[in-house]
């Protein structure tokens, strides 16, 4: 089947941990990307990659990174610096200018 | 920058009610449009998409949506909702081109479908 993952479903984090959020694409996608989903506040973009060894900040960076160094495969860390970590996060993929999505990833820091 | 406004943040409508969620934009060109479905705790689905060509178009469960240029909108219409369409609807633009597309979305409208 092809698709987009994401591991784990829920995540339990205590404060001040780093943790990795998984995205992987079998669609052979060259554009990969990740939103953070707050209540009331939509889609808001973090991180987005075109194509493999590059990346590019998205709307609210600032305590996250990511790599990119496989086309399948574009992981999310929410580093310690993220203030107010807890959120649903989105991975999508897309070419020609459609993104499609992963079920997403709910993580509560405690 | 791009922006995207949904007006409505939530719509309540009866079962067999037609609908119409609104979409405006702000961008100097036409920009690609989508409209996404997402259920509770789950990802985004697309529903259908703009690119060119013509201005109404149709997309899955009923669905179908009309750019208009001169009102920079691009609203989501069914002309009979299911109890199954209640969720929540985003609207998204992306600009065409470039090595940095992305997409903006607009902060959704939750519906709700009274039996």
């Known amino acids: 089947d092809g698709g987009i993952t994401q591991s784990p479903k829920y995540l339990f984090r205590k404060e001040g941990q780093n943790v990795t959020l998984s995205c992987e694409q079998n669609?052979?996608?060259?554009?990969m990307y990740w939103y953070r989903q707050d209540p009331g506040q939509g889609l808001r973009l973090i991180y987005y990659?075109?194509?493999?060894?590059?990346?590019q900040k998205g709307d609210i960076a600032e305590g996250y990174s990511v790599s990119r160094e496989k086309k399948e495969s574009f992981p999310l860390t929410v580093t310690s610096a993220q203030k107010n970590p807890t959120a649903f996060y989105l991975c999508?993929?897309?070419?020609?200018?459609?993104?499609?999505f992963g079920p997403g990833t709910r993580l509560t820091v405690l | 920058a791009q922006s995207v406004t949904q007006p409505d943040i939530h719509i309540t409508v009866s079962e067999g009610a037609s609908l119409e969620l609104r979409c405006n934009y702000s961008?100097?060109?036409?920009?690609?449009l989508f409209w996404y479905v997402q259920s509770p705790g789950q990802g985004l689905q697309l529903l259908l998409k703009?690119?060119?060509?013509?201005?109404l178009v149709q997309g899955i469960k009923g669905f179908e949506a009309e750019f208009k240029r001169s009102q920079s909108s691009f609203n989501l219409r069914k002309p009979s909702v299911h109890w199954s369409d209640a969720a929540e609807y985003f609207c998204?633009?992306?600009?065409?081109?470039?090595?940095?597309?992305?997409?903006?979305f607009g902060k959704g409208t939750l519906l709700t479908v009274n039996p």
């Open positions: 999508a993929s897309g070419n020609s200018g459609t993104e499609f």
């Open positions: 669609l052979n996608h060259d554009a």
């Open positions: 990659s075109q194509i493999v060894n590059d990346f």
């Open positions: 961008y100097g060109a036409t920009p690609y």
């Open positions: 703009y690119f060119s060509g013509d201005t």
């Open positions: 998204a633009v992306g600009i065409s081109g470039g090595s940095n597309y992305k997409l903006t």
